[in-house]
Structure formats: C-alpha cells, structure tokens
C-alpha cells in the first residue's frame, strides 16, 4: 500500500523560505511522476510543481522561479523548496502521483496528511 508522508511546513514570515518533504512508500519516486498540491480551507486541490519521471519540471505560474522541486532518490523522498514566500502560498500542502496529464486533483494513492504553511505578512 503507498503511503505518503509530508513535512516541513510551518510559520514563516513573508520573504521566507521553508523546504518540505514527501517520505514515501510503496512507490518509487525516481520512476513516477511526482507533483506537489496545496489547498486553501474550502477549496479543491490545485497542482504547484510536478516532477517527471526523466526530471522535467512544470509549475504553476505564481510560484514559478521561486520554488524548486526535487527527490532524494535514496531516501524515497521529494522536496519543495519554496523561497521568497507570500502570504498567498499559505495552505496545506501535499504530494502524490497524478493520475493524468497535465496534472490536476486526480490521483493515484491516497492522500497524506499534508503539511500545513502560514506565511505572514
């Protein structure tokens, strides 16, 4: 069964940075398309970054140059770097496999708990 385990939010003043992690198991995240989410209270799931199997990289637009996804492939593990925060990015984040291309909220596996960002202005 896959599991997948986010960390690393917090809070952080605007300007800020904070690096999240995706610990996962089951899958392998070197071989899957892997993508970041964030959801505000009330609202559907919308993709930031996703992570191809080959390494390309896609972001939404209003994080473009200022996050940065990434795997650990020997810790299983995938990242977000996330600079120059806004209080904008403020959600809960979360990862997963997208089910379809190009990603939207339609995944593979269960989600995990995620893990919250408050950015302050």
């Known amino acids: 069964q896959v599991q997948l385990v986010e960390s690393g939010g917090g809070l952080v003043q605007a300007g800020g940075s904070l690096r999240l992690s995706c610990a996962a198991s089951?899958?392998?995240?070197?071989?899957?398309?892997m993508a970041w989410y964030r959801q505000l209270p009330g609202k559907q799931r919308d993709v930031v970054a996703t992570l191809l199997s080959g390494g390309t990289t896609y972001y939404t637009d209003s994080v473009k140059g200022r996050f940065a996804i990434s795997r650990d492939n020997a810790k299983n593990t995938l990242y977000l770097q996330m600079n120059s925060l806004k209080p904008d990015d403020s959600a809960i984040y979360y990862c997963?496999?997208?089910?379809?291309?190009?990603?939207?909220?339609?995944?593979?596996?269960?989600w995990g708990q995620g893990t919250q960002v408050t950015v302050s202005s």
């Open positions: 997963n496999e997208p089910g379809t291309w190009p990603a939207n909220s339609f995944v593979l596996h269960p």
């Open positions: 089951g899958i392998r995240v070197i071989t899957q398309t």
